[in-house]
């Protein structure tokens, strides 16, 4: 039951993370074509909202959550391909998160600019590492190591 519950929460907080990721990467797009300043800084604080409240703790819940899994389920770290793999993923998002998205909102929300590109590049990468990393908790491919 214990595991189940687990399995689940695990499941919801890392859909609902692609969910956000997926989210700002509409908004980072929609921002980019944004001609009027008030409106596109309305739009950058969107994102920044987006960020802070969603998509931070969700990416370390997700983190925290399939880091419990691997310690009372059968699918250990390092025993299983995927899960290192997913591992990888969540803490790449993470990084993107922290060092390519937030450079890029505060650059647009002072007013430098600029960082549109940064921005879509970033969320797109953030979403297919996402989409990857669901199918693999799905799919559950590769046998175990050793």
């Given at each position: ?76 770290l ?8 997913k591992?990888?993923?969540i ?56």
């Amino acid at each position: 039951m214990a595991h189940q519950i687990s399995f689940n929460l695990t499941h919801y907080v890392s859909v609902g993370l692609l969910g956000d990721s997926s989210g700002y990467l509409a908004v980072a797009v929609h921002s980019a074509h944004i001609t009027d300043p008030v409106a596109a800084k309305a739009s950058y604080e969107v994102l920044q909202m987006l960020a802070f409240m969603f998509g931070i703790p969700l990416s370390f819940a997700a983190l925290l959550s399939g880091l419990w899994l691997t310690f009372i389920t059968k699918w250990k770290l390092f025993k299983y391909p995927w899960v290192m793999v997913k591992f990888t993923l969540i803490i790449s998002v993470i990084l993107v998160g922290a060092f390519v998205l937030k450079g890029g909102m505060e650059a647009m929300l002072n007013g430098t600019g600029g960082a549109e590109t940064k921005l879509i590049a970033g969320a797109i990468y953030d979403v297919v590492a996402l989409i990857v990393a669901t199918t693999l908790g799905v799919f559950r491919p590769w046998k175990p190591l050793g």
